[in-house]
């Protein structure tokens, strides 16, 4: 399915340009959330396809050996990039980088109420750790009838809390939480379940998708005039048309153009390197700092190139430029110096 690594692009791309970019520019459209929840829609599809093909091998081995692999693609460079900040200074165990090293970054942040200086990106690692946890037990020991209604029981869930949360959490942090975000890992989950060609073929599939549609424009008009009580549904309706997206590409593109771009080698390159790209970029500009610093560079040059986002438009689009490019330059060489050694080891665990 290589249109998904182009799914897995354009959500990291969209990660970017929301920390990248100047947020008065913006338009208070929601870059970063979307970028997340096609990653969460992407992951629930994705992890579950796994677990249900490997649902007739003895439970032991498989669960082994869907740890294993989760193992050796997500821990080795997670450490390593919380080592690098330690190391460096930029994190220190009383503020923060415990509740990293734990994978339970979404917690600290809802208890913060606010997004620390730096690591708030890797909330949403945690919520895929912590989802990992408990759902290769879900998918492996209970039946099918009774995983579709705990699903689904699971999605209501999600949503009931999104809707609720501006009533009774104003300016909180608790949408971080696994539980407000078990909509877009269990939509993923059931388009995996059914099969994304039966989704696809839904009956009033144009109709649910233009409900989906509505939904993201009315909260996002409620975003745009401070109306809190209706932006939740920006978030629901992007989640669902997320959902089809999803099935539409498993299932293969039809579009032409759209396909094409989708599986271009340079937009699978991105996919493929998105976990990396995820993890280094908050980081880059402060790796860029102290390069600078040490070579007692002017401090205009790293001004501009990249926090030129303070000066206007203009710069802004030259340090988006300037950090997307050196992010994935640090990217393409984690993926190949010492991701990729790693990844090959998932061979003795299939």
């Not at 330690?86 to 990293?100: I, K, Q, S, T, V």
Request: glycine residues 8%; contains cysteine.
């Amino acid at each position: 399915m290589p249109e998904l690594d182009g799914l897995r692009a354009l959500a990291v791309s969209s990660v970017l340009f929301a920390h990248f970019f100047p947020l008065k520019y913006q338009l208070s459209l929601p870059f970063g959330s979307a970028g997340v929840q096609l990653f969460f829609v992407l992951s629930g599809f994705l992890i579950t396809s796994i677990l249900l093909r490997s649902k007739d091998v003895k439970l032991s081995k498989s669960l082994k050996d869907f740890y294993a692999r989760r193992f050796l693609r997500i821990f080795p460079l997670y450490y390593l990039v919380l080592g690098l900040c330690a190391f460096a200074g930029w994190m220190n165990w009383h503020e923060g980088l415990a509740w990293h090293v734990f994978y339970l970054s979404n917690v600290y942040i809802s208890m913060l109420g606010h997004w620390p200086e730096l690591g708030g990106h890797l909330w949403s690692l945690s919520v895929e750790e912590q989802f990992y946890l408990i759902w290769p037990l879900l998918v492996l020991l209970t039946a099918k009838s009774s995983f579709v209604r705990i699903t689904v029981f699971s999605i209501a869930l999600s949503v009931i809390l999104r809707l609720v949360e501006p009533w009774f959490f104003v300016e909180s942090k608790v949408n971080l939480l696994l539980f407000y975000n078990l909509h877009a890992l269990g939509l993923g989950s059931l388009i995996a379940f059914f099969g994304a060609k039966s989704v696809n073929a839904l009956r009033h599939r144009n109709r649910w998708m233009m409900l989906a549609a509505l939904m993201m424009v009315v909260g996002w008009v409620g975003k745009f005039y401070g109306v809190e009580k209706i932006v939740p549904l920006l978030n629901v309706g992007m989640v669902g048309l997320f959902g089809f997206v999803v099935a539409r590409c498993a299932s293969g593109v039809s579009s032409a153009w759209t396909g094409t771009f989708l599986r271009h080698h340079l937009i699978r390159r991105i996919g493929m390197i998105s976990y990396g790209l995820y993890v280094w970029h908050k980081f880059v500009p402060l790796m860029v700092e102290g390069v600078l610093d040490f070579c007692h560079a002017p401090e205009v040059g790293y001004d501009l190139l990249v926090l030129g986002h303070t000066r206007g438009v203009f710069f802004g689009l030259t340090s988006l430029a300037t950090s997307v490019a050196l992010s994935i330059a640090v990217s393409e060489l984690s993926w190949r110096l010492f991701e990729s050694p790693i990844n090959r080891l998932k061979r003795h665990f299939v």
